[in-house]
């Protein structure tokens, strides 16, 4: 395919050929080889069928040679311009056999408003259909028409001075550079900056092996590998920057460091079959500013010259790669931050009174430092009744923050003094307008007693909450929408009344979840709703669906979810619950000893063990790992009995079944436990942390299983 497209380049007088083939399962044409001058456009790698802008999609679509210039493009695509800053025109021809269609082959010329001549689109075609007839004879011998994750780059020598014969040389290189560097400013994490860099020094550079490093502290941590032999990573990884080696004297000295083949000081990191004499190494120090971010470490194969001239590409690679890193992180440190500022004004725990099951989830739409304005609390009053809130401030900024705390820690205490929602809402407007802020903010405010199902509803221009009946049916609730808090101070909130029935689910939610100035999707609710197991699988399906919603629209979104069980009398005899201080090294033993008497009470002793065993095993995971104080809740249901441990830690556990080289290899150990015992378990985010649970059948249940 190269070679095709070498020649297209110089039998049509072309700056640059592209050979696209077609993904298999996509509408999509990827490159798969690209031949360019010194003058070579820098070719677009991804073209969607669907975009007729591009003549490669129109040549797939109609099967014959078409036309296209650098205005056209550009203008339907101006991100391009970086790929070609000059003017060029380009025509594509289809790759079709008799009996398959492979792609298409693109030729560009730099020239302005001259459109290719009829003898150079007919050496175009003439050239496809070459490439096709033996593209045709490699398929029905079984080769893969897959085109490969990075195009294959070869320059066309023009045959001229020694300079010129240099620059086409490293043509290659630039060209992948300039990709990458295309790339890494797309980049949104640390991970996707090195696997992008480690892609394209394998497949674009051609490297025999390579590996990515990065400072941390004063070790180096391994961020990607490739083709080195195992005993070198595990060696790299953690690697004290006082220790002496090629990758430590790079980040020290901020330069580039060259190791010939068979040089001892880069001895033993290539696997078999390759030898210490068949590659030269070079480490790029990954530069940010004045600092050192990283290293990047390749092997060539002896006689790569181009590697040798391309010293400049090669200060390119490492800056470009450094910055990047440099980027990602920064913005990974600031979101960490703004993240942990976002749940320290929420909720650390949801309380789980008597009658009521709830969970919650929030999540950020936003990047960097800045902060939402999205909160949702639930207040258990001292004679048990129960107060859901969900509020948006608006804005997402610091000041609007600073404005959810304040209306929070208010909603809270007037809630707490007894008041209706109406009136809740009527003193949260006057506080926010005493604030003498120019925000506003919407909330809903629900107030429920478990032992009658009697609630309350009202709302500041905030949606209603979702309702799915005991029945299965989803109504979204009708109430009257009165202002948005701080705009009328004389604004009074009408209060609606409502008769819960037992297994009713409300589902209170910021408009995030929807999109700006959207409603839920009937079905995405439904489809939630209807998940199989347990209320926490519902938030999670439920807050998936926001983080699909594409920009500009995404929002900061929060979710309470209440399910009313029944009068609080009853439910109260299958629940318990229990408070575990961060620092009690008692804990987990007083939980094994009142999970023996709960059960003991619902005449279940026959499942002591294997409950002891489970809940053991979660609770010290919470108290080693999550450095919080620890809530155990503990549930009966008709056929089985449901364990929640929740904590302040927002990192998900996650079961460890193979041995691991990290300092926490022991961290996630007692959940293989957990999960080989247990018919169902799992993990998900809460408040300010996280809820694992497990759930273990009846012994009626099991033995019926059985």
């Not at 077609?22 to 999509?28: F, M, N, Q």
């Not at 949104?188 to 025999?208: N, S």
């Not at 030898?275 to 990283?294: M, N």
């Not at 010290?620 to 056929?639: A, C, F, I, Q, W």
Request: hydrophobic letters at 45%; charged letters at 20%.
């Amino acid at each position: 395919m190269a070679s095709a497209a070498e020649n297209v380049v110089r039998d049509a007088g072309a700056s640059a050929a592209t050979v696209f083939l077609k993904v298999p399962g996509t509408p999509e044409l990827h490159a798969a080889a690209v031949a360019l001058t010194a003058l070579g456009a820098g070719a677009v790698e991804r073209v969607s069928l669907d975009d007729t802008t591009f003549p490669s999609s129109r040549a797939w679509q109609t099967g014959r040679v078409e036309i296209g210039d650098h205005v056209e493009i550009t203008a339907g695509h101006p991100n391009l311009t970086v790929c070609a800053p000059f003017p060029l025109e380009a025509a594509t021809a289809p790759i079709f056999s008799q009996t398959r269609r492979f792609g298409t082959l693109t030729a560009f010329w730099v020239r302005v408003g001259v459109q290719p001549t009829e003898l150079e689109r007919g050496r175009l075609a003439t050239a496809a259909a070459s490439l096709a007839r033996d593209l045709d004879r490699l398929a029905d011998a079984g080769m893969s028409m897959a085109p490969p994750r990075v195009p294959h780059v070869v320059a066309v020598q023009g045959g001229g001075a020694r300079d010129e014969r240099l620059a086409s040389s490293t043509a290659p290189l630039i060209y992948h550079l300039h990709k990458l560097a295309m790339l890494l400013a797309t980049a949104v994490h640390t991970r996707d900056v090195a696997d992008l860099a480690m892609e394209r020094v394998m497949d674009g550079f051609q490297a025999k092996a390579a590996v990515l490093s990065l400072v941390d502290g004063d070790r180096l941590r391994l961020a990607g590998a490739a083709g080195c032999a195992k005993e070198f990573v595990r060696t790299l990884n953690g690697s004290p920057l006082a220790r002496r080696m090629p990758e430590t004297e790079a980040v020290d000295r901020q330069q580039q460091r060259g190791y010939a083949a068979g040089d001892t000081r880069t001895a033993g990191r290539l696997p078999e079959p390759l030898s210490d004499q068949d590659c030269f190494w070079v480490i790029l120090p990954l530069l940010a500013g004045q600092r050192a971010v990283g290293t990047l470490s390749m092997a060539f194969g002896v006689g790569r010259g181009d590697i040798v001239a391309g010293q400049g590409t090669l200060t390119a690679l490492a800056t470009a790669v450094g910055q990047a890193l440099e980027r990602t992180q920064t913005d990974a440190a600031q979101h960490a931050l703004a993240d942990d500022l976002q749940r320290a004004l929420l909720p650390p725990v949801l309380p789980q009174p008597a009658g009521v099951v709830c969970t919650s989830r929030y999540a950020s739409a936003t990047s960097g430092i800045e902060l939402g304005g999205d909160w949702y609390d639930l207040i258990t009053l001292p004679d048990g009744q129960v107060v859901m809130v969900v509020g948006d401030v608006q804005g997402h900024n610091t000041a609007a923050a600073v404005v959810m705390g304040e209306l929070r820690s208010g909603v809270r205490a007037y809630a707490t003094e007894g008041h209706d929602p109406g009136v809740v809402l009527t003193r949260a407007n006057q506080l926010l307008i005493g604030l003498e802020t120019d925000l506003f903010a919407t909330c809903c405010c629900a107030w429920l007693d478990p032992a009658t199902g009697r609630a309350q509803m009202a709302t500041a221009g905030h949606p209603p909450p979702l309702m799915r009946t005991a029945d299965g049916r989803i109504e979204s609730l009708s109430l009257e929408a009165g202002m948005p808090l701080g705009i009328d101070l004389a604004t009074v909130y009408e209060v609606t009344d409502l008769q819960l029935d037992p297994g009713t689910l409300l589902a209170f939610y910021t408009d995030g979840l929807a999109g700006v100035g959207c409603d839920v999707d009937p079905e995405v609710v439904s489809a939630a709703f209807d998940v199989p197991g347990n209320l926490e699988s519902v938030g999670d399906q439920l807050i998936r669906g926001f983080s699909k919603s594409p920009p500009p629209y995404a929002d900061d979104a929060a979710l309470l979810l209440v399910v009313y069980e029944g009068p609080s009398a009853e439910a109260q005899r299958n629940v318990h619950q229990l408070r575990i201080h961060r620092r009690d090294l008692q804990g987990a033993q007083r939980t094994r000893r009142l999970l023996r008497e709960w059960l003991a009470g619902w005449e279940l002793s026959s499942m002591a063990d294997d409950e002891e065993l489970l809940v053991s095993e979660v609770v010290t995971n919470g108290l080693v790992h999550g450095d919080s104080d620890v809530y155990v809740y503990v549930r009966k249901y008709p056929e089985h009995i449901r364990v929640e441990v929740r904590d302040s830690d927002p990192h998900l556990a996650q079961a460890v079944t193979v041995p691991r080289e990290e300092d926490q290899a022991e961290g996630g150990r007692g959940l293989v436990i957990v999960s080989a015992l247990a018919s169902a378990w799992g993990n998900s985010p809460s408040g300010r942390g996280k809820t694992v649970w497990f759930e273990l059948p009846m012994p009626d249940v099991h033995g019926a299983d059985a």
